[in-house]
């Protein structure tokens, strides 16, 4: 990658770690990959379509790259997936220690093992949302635990996990799901209360972590493993922005984009669907601020849930 690149092009001042509020951190790994390789390939592609992508939201009248996005070096590890986990883990805990908004752009799903754990030890009482056509609940796979298809198998035994579109499972991981917290794609489709079901079940501080997958391969062909079926556009953002306003979500990935040459409409979905997210998440902020702004003696959007104390050294 180019030094001094910004995400999506955006002037200087608005990327600089100091000053920006969000953080996102390439992770351009695809070790496990069991079918088409190309996740690696995926940080860049959303990168360049990010670059070519109009940065005012229509839909919530705002310009979220104004609150600064800090792009950290892409995480190039990849002695073993063990190591990557190990990193990744690492990385995120520093930025969210330094109170940032973190987000991580994949890569395939073993990534958010390490995201997962940072971000469980972070905040209290957390959700892991789980936003993928595959369960991912083996708790080895390959010979490793750190396999795309172990993405959540942790997440399950130390949060509330709850999933979302699933549509793709083996039957052993049928013993370890939680049923009650599980809601299967052929279900969703004859549910019109589902968004509505899945709200009930998280908890205050959430955690999306969403496999491109999920969303049908009809517009979202770049993906590993496409499985029809999926999550269509405006029910995602319908979905994502009702997350946003009525949970603390605290950070979030994106993971499995596997570009190809024939096909940009994906990486443009992905670009997109990273800018929503942020956008719904920053529109929150500034509501619940213009509200409570009175009593908020601090700027930090975690300090009333997060486990550790305002921590500003740079
Ligand atoms: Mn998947």
């Not at 997350?243 to 990935?253: A, H, W």
């Amino acid at each position: 990658m180019k030094t001094n690149r910004t995400y999506a092009g955006i002037p200087e001042k608005f990327g600089k770690l100091e000053t920006s509020k969000i953080v996102l951190i390439p992770v351009p790994y695809d070790g496990t990959s069991t079918w088409q390789k190309g996740a690696d390939k995926g940080p860049e592609a959303f990168l360049n379509a990010s670059e070519n992508m109009e940065l005012y939201d229509i839909e919530t009248d705002s310009e979220v790259y104004l609150e600064g996005i800090y792009l950290t070096p892409p995480i190039t590890e990849t002695s073993s997936p063990e190591e990557m986990v190990d990193v990744v883990h690492e990385t995120a805990k520093k930025y969210i220690n330094k109170n940032k908004f973190v987000t991580l752009f994949g890569g395939e799903h073993s990534i958010s093992i390490g995201t997962i754990r940072a971000f469980n030890e972070c905040f209290d009482n957390l959700t892991v949302l789980h936003i993928d056509a595959h369960a991912d609940l083996r708790k080895e796979y390959g010979g490793s635990t750190c396999n795309h298809a172990c993405a959540v198998y942790e997440a399950n035994q130390n949060t509330n996990l709850v999933q979302v579109g699933i549509r793709s499972m083996d039957i052993s991981e049928t013993r370890v799901m939680n049923r009650d917290k599980v809601f299967f794609a052929h279900e969703m489709a004859a549910n019109e209360y589902w968004i509505d079901e899945v709200l009930d079940l998280l908890t205050g501080n959430v955690f999306i972590t969403f496999d491109l997958d999920a969303i049908d391969p009809s517009i979202m062909p770049s993906t590993g493993t496409p499985e029809p079926g999926g999550l269509f556009w405006y029910e995602t953002l319908e979905f994502l922005r009702k997350v946003f306003e009525q949970k603390n979500v605290v950070g979030f990935d994106i993971v499995e984009l596997c570009p190809n040459e024939q096909d940009k409409s994906s990486d443009f979905l992905a670009a997109k669907l990273y800018y929503k997210m942020l956008s719904y998440k920053f529109l929150q902020e500034k509501e619940d601020d213009d509200y409570d702004h009175e009593e908020d003696n601090s700027d930090s959007p975690f300090n009333k849930l997060s486990k550790f104390k305002d921590d500003d050294e740079y």
